[in-house]
């Protein structure tokens, strides 16, 4: 089992975290008016991120798991 982390993914949450660290002062000044927090949302989406890095690396486990123990994964294909 090989995983490798996107490059585009990387990029996007690195973008994400440099985008929600220079609007931070604008955002908290304005959040009034929009009758929205959107340093919320940017959090929302940074535990998204998160969330999906976490059930990525326990599928992998789960997946080694069965593989270890001579079961099949049907996400791997068996080679002659």
């Given at each position: 089992l090989k995983a490798q982390a996107s490059p585009i993914g990387?990029?996007?949450?690195?973008?994400?975290?440099?985008?929600r660290r220079a609007s931070q002062g604008y955002l908290e000044?304005?959040?009034?008016?929009?009758?929205?927090?959107?340093?919320?949302?940017?959090?929302?989406?940074?535990?998204?991120?998160?969330?999906?890095?976490?059930?990525?690396?326990?599928?992998?486990?789960?997946?080694?798991?069965?593989?270890?123990?001579?079961?099949?994964?049907?996400?791997?294909?068996?080679?002659?």
């Amino acid at each position: 089992l090989k995983a490798q982390a996107s490059p585009i993914g990387v990029l996007i949450i690195v973008g994400v975290l440099i985008l929600r660290r220079a609007s931070q002062g604008y955002l908290e000044d304005h959040a009034a008016d929009w009758h929205v927090n959107p340093l919320a949302i940017f959090e929302a989406f940074m535990l998204f991120a998160a969330g999906m890095v976490v059930f990525q690396r326990v599928e992998m486990w789960i997946r080694a798991n069965r593989i270890r123990h001579g079961e099949t994964d049907p996400h791997v294909e068996v080679e002659a």
